[in-house]
């Protein structure tokens, strides 16, 4: 089986703090860049398995960065290289205290909500008469609060996010305005590709001189749902599945052996050939949201690569 990053410990030139996010690490240095490694950790039900999955952090870091040039024309991102396969660095930002989730269709959580009899979720209305996997007449933002490794993401509404403070009226009107126009793009670049785009978060943060911009991933499997275009219209007419392009597949192999991220509940053990298995339906996922053949980086020694490709760009000659 191919080699795994699942920790880092690095220490950068300039190195102030590290921060140890579920799946990535991010190192901030006092040129006020931040240095963010995509690890290869899955998280589940805001669980970290206790196996890395190969190439995951790769796939994850490749997506994310082709998305943003993808969209820089419309939202400004944080972003400025990718020196490594599995490692983005950017402007260091003051992140938002929330995920805008924003949903274009009744599935997942929002499905959960509205099958237990619930028509509001986070202060916005799901009209009556919908079936799971429904498209909502438009998108509507259901924003969570951002949890720490370990804690549990929870819904929050825009009022009591103005009410606790966490966001400003001022710039919460900029984060809706960029959630709706990445979400656009978003769903016509997974159009051109045979997919829709069911629901997917965004994360933003605020620069040293006060520009909001994209932080973090954009539109990959870990932070969004895809449904693939064809059949949709007839699985729904039917009320069969819909053929799924994200991570359920993981959380359904987790539900179906007895894990739900429920206290008490352990996590199953999971084989080589699960493990692999993931990996292959990840690199699937890669190849069908971008339209583009996967490429493995090299990982006999991954830590040293990393370290290398970081350095070089680091370097005084390069900056």
């Not at 300039?14 to 995509?38: C, F, H, N, P, T």
């Not at 997506?63 to 490594?84: F, H, R, Y």
Request: glycine share 8%; hydrophobic share 35%; aromatic share 10%.
């Amino acid at each position: 089986m191919s080699s795994t990053i699942t920790d880092t410990n690095f220490n950068f030139p300039g190195q102030k703090s590290v921060y140890k996010g579920k799946v990535r690490e991010v190192y901030a240095l006092e040129s006020d860049l931040l240095v963010m490694i995509a690890t290869d950790r899955l998280s589940a039900f805001d669980v970290v398995m206790p196996k890395g999955i190969p190439y995951k952090g790769q796939i994850l870091n490749q997506i994310a960065t082709k998305m943003m040039a993808d969209t820089e024309d419309i939202v400004p991102n944080w972003l400025l290289a990718t020196p490594d396969p599995n490692v983005a660095i950017g402007h260091a930002c003051e992140p938002f205290k929330i995920e805008m989730v924003i949903r274009g269709y009744l599935s997942g959580h929002a499905a959960r909500e509205y099958k237990a009899g619930k028509r509001m979720l986070c202060g916005v209305a799901m009209p009556e008469g919908m079936k799971e996997n429904d498209g909502f007449p438009s998108p509507i933002i259901t924003p969570a609060t951002k949890a720490d490794m370990g804690d549990h993401d929870e819904d929050i509404s825009k009022k009591e996010i103005h009410e606790k403070g966490i966001v400003s009226k001022a710039d919460y009107e900029v984060l809706e305005k960029y959630t709706y126009a990445l979400f656009e793009r978003g769903s016509q670049i997974a159009a051109s590709r045979g997919l829709i785009l069911v629901d997917t978060k965004y994360e933003f943060g605020k620069t040293k001189d006060g520009k909001i911009v994209l932080i973090d991933e954009i539109h990959t499997p870990d932070s969004s749902r895809y449904f693939y275009a064809e059949g949709y219209k007839e699985r729904q007419y039917k009320g069969e599945p819909q053929k799924q392009l994200s991570k359920e597949f993981v959380r359904q192999w987790l539900i179906s052996n007895g894990f739900q991220g429920l206290e008490g509940q352990k996590v199953p053990k999971m084989s080589d050939d699960y493990i692999n298995s993931v990996s292959e339906r990840y690199i699937e996922l890669y190849e069908n949201i971008t339209g583009e053949k996967f490429v493995k980086a090299d990982t006999t020694i991954i830590q040293k690569r990393i370290e290398k490709n970081v350095l070089d760009y680091l370097a005084p000659d390069n900056s």
